[in-house]
C-alpha cells in the first residue's frame, strides 16, 4: 500500500510537471508563430502606405481640395484581405494609427476584444483576454512608428490541449493500475512465506506440534526465518513431550505408593480407638491420600490426551442412561439441592463409557458444588443435527469474563472457590473438555441464562 501511494504521488507531481511543461511550450510556439504572422502584417502595412504615398504624390498638382480628398481617403483606407489574414483559421487584424486611432481591422474580430489601448508599454507586448464565449491571445507589434494587432482564437488550441490532457492522465491512471497490480504481486509473492507461518502457527496445538515448513522455495531472508521457526517448533516439541512424559511417568509411579499407603492407613484407622485422636488423624490422613490418587488419576488421563495416547473403548451406548445414571449418584450427595431431569431415551452414540461417565460426573459434581444453597441443577440430553446435546444449567455465582477465559484451564479454580471449603483440584473442566475432544466433540460455557450458568457438552452421533 505504502509503495502504490508513493508511486502514485511520483506519477502525479511528473504529470503536473509534463502538462506545465506542454502548457508553456505550445504557448511559446504559438507566440513566436503570432509575432511572425504581425511582423509580416507590419511590413505589409509599410509597403502598402507607401504606394498609397506614391499615388498622392502623382497626384499632387491638381489641386489642394483634391489632395485634401486623397489624405482623406488615405487616412480612412482598410487593408486588403490578404493583409488582414481573412484566409487564416480563427485569425483576425488590425491595424492602429499612431494616434490610438483604429486604422483598419478584420471584418470578423471579436466585438468584445479591445483593439487599441491607450498606450503600450512596450514595442511587443501579448496577453489572453475573454472575448465571450471564448478566450483570445493578442499580438501587438510596433515597428517602423506603425502598429499591428492580431486576436486568434483560442479555442481549437484549448481543445488541443484538453485532448493532450486526457492522454495524460489516463496514461497516468493505467501507469497506477499498473504499478498498484505489479506492487500487489511482487508483495504477495514476498509474503507468500510469511502467509505459510500464519498458517501454520493457526495450526499449531499440543497434537500437532510435529508440523515443519519447507524451505526449498524460499528465498534467501526467508529461508533463514522458516529454518528458526522450525527450531523453535523443534524445541517446543521436544520440550512439551518431555513434560508430558513426566506428567505420565510420575503419575504412574505415583499410583503404586498411593495404594499402599491407603492400605496401611486403612489398616491402622481400623485398629484405632472411636473417637480417639489416632482416628481422626488417619481419617484425615486417608482423605487425603484418597484426594491425591484422584489427582493423580486425572494426571494420568490429561498427559495421555496431551500425548495423543488416550485410548477409547468406544461402544455403542444410551447417553441418556449413562447421564440418568450419573445424576443419581451425584444428587445423593447434594440433598439440598433440586435436581430437574429431561432425559429421553433411545439417543446412541459411540464412545468409551468410563471416560465419557467421568466427563459427565466432573459436569454435574461441579454444578452442584458451585451451587448456592437450596439451589437448582437441571441436566437436559437432546439430540439435534447430528449431535448429542449434554446441557448442564445450576444457580451458581455468575462467572465474569475474566474467569470465563480460563474456565477450562488446569488447575484454574474461580475466586470464589479459592478455599477448602469447596472440594476440588481445578482439573474437573479441563479433563472433561480433553475427553470430549477425544471423542470429537466439544465442551463449552454458554454464559448465563437468567440466574443461571450454562455448560454444554457437544458430541457426534
Not at 485410548?311 to 455403542?316: A, I, Q
Request: glycine letters at 8%; charged letters at 25%; one cysteine or more.
Amino acid at each position: 500500500m505504502l509503495t502504490t501511494a508513493t508511486c502514485g504521488s511520483v506519477l502525479c507531481v511528473l504529470g503536473f510537471t509534463l502538462w506545465g511543461f506542454h502548457v508553456a511550450h505550445e504557448t511559446d510556439r504559438l507566440d513566436r508563430e503570432l509575432l511572425r504572422l504581425a511582423r509580416h502584417h507590419v511590413s505589409h502595412l509599410v509597403d502598402h502606405l507607401h504606394q498609397l504615398e506614391h499615388v498622392h504624390g502623382h497626384g499632387h498638382g491638381h489641386g489642394h481640395e483634391h489632395d485634401r480628398e486623397h489624405r482623406h481617403d488615405a487616412s480612412e483606407l482598410h487593408p486588403p484581405d490578404s493583409f488582414l489574414g481573412e484566409h487564416l483559421q480563427d485569425l483576425h487584424s488590425a491595424a492602429v494609427r499612431t494616434d490610438g486611432g483604429v486604422l483598419a481591422r478584420s471584418n470578423r474580430w471579436p466585438e468584445l476584444v479591445p483593439v487599441a489601448p491607450l498606450a503600450y508599454p512596450t514595442a511587443t507586448s501579448v496577453q489572453t483576454v475573454a472575448g465571450g464565449a471564448a478566450n483570445f491571445r493578442l499580438m501587438r507589434v510596433r515597428e517602423h512608428g506603425h502598429t499591428v494587432v492580431l486576436a486568434l482564437d483560442l479555442t481549437r488550441h484549448e481543445r488541443g490541449l484538453d485532448r493532450v490532457a486526457i492522454v495524460l492522465w489516463s496514461s497516468i491512471a493505467i501507469g497506477l493500475l499498473v504499478v498498484a497490480s505489479a506492487a500487489w504481486w511482487i508483495a504477495h509473492r514476498a509474503l507468500r512465506p510469511i502467509g505459510t507461518l500464519t498458517r501454520l502457527a493457526e495450526r499449531v496445538t499440543a497434537d500437532a506440534l510435529d508440523e515443519r515448513i519447507s524451505a526449498a522455495d524460499a528465498d534467501r531472508e526467508f529461508a533463514r526465518l522458516i529454518h528458526v521457526f522450525n527450531e523453535m517448533l523443534e524445541r517446543l516439541e521436544r520440550g512439551f513431550r518431555q513434560s508430558a512424559r513426566f506428567t505420565a511417568d510420575a503419575s504412574h509411579e505415583l499410583k503404586t505408593p498411593l495404594t499402599i499407603m491407603q492400605g496401611h492407613v486403612e489398616v491402622a484407622l481400623g485398629n484405632a480407638a472411636d473417637g480417639s485422636d489416632a482416628q481422626r488423624a488417619l481419617a484425615a490422613q486417608l482423605d487425603e491420600i484418597q484426594r491425591l490418587k484422584g489427582l493423580v488419576s486425572k494426571l494420568l488421563v490429561l498427559s495421555r490426551a496431551d500425548a495423543g495416547a488416550l485410548r477409547l473403548d468406544s461402544r455403542g451406548l444410551d447417553l441418556g442412561e449413562l447421564v440418568r445414571g450419573v445424576c443419581e449418584d451425584v444428587q445423593v450427595l447434594a440433598p439440598d439441592l433440586a435436581f430437574e431431569m429431561r432425559i429421553p431415551r433411545g439417543i446412541v452414540i459411540d464412545a468409551d463409557e468410563n471416560l465419557l461417565q467421568q466427563a459427565v460426573q466432573n459436569l454435574v459434581s461441579n454444578a452442584t458444588k458451585y451451587n448456592r444453597a437450596n439451589g437448582r441443577v437441571a441436566i437436559e440430553v437432546e439430540s439435534s443435527d447430528g449431535e448429542a446435546i449434554v446441557r448442564v444449567v445450576n444457580t451458581g455465582p455468575e462467572i465474569d469474563a475474566a474467569e470465563a477465559a480460563q474456565i477450562f484451564d488446569r488447575f484454574f479454580r474461580g475466586s470464589r472457590s479459592r478455599n477448602r471449603k469447596v472440594d476440588g483440584l481445578g482439573l474437573g473442566l479441563s479433563l472433561a473438555r480433553e475427553i470430549a475432544r477425544a471423542h470429537g466433540g466439544t465442551l463449552e460455557f454458554a454464559g448465563r441464562r437468567g440466574d443461571e450458568n450454562v455448560f454444554v457438552l457437544r458430541l457426534p452421533c
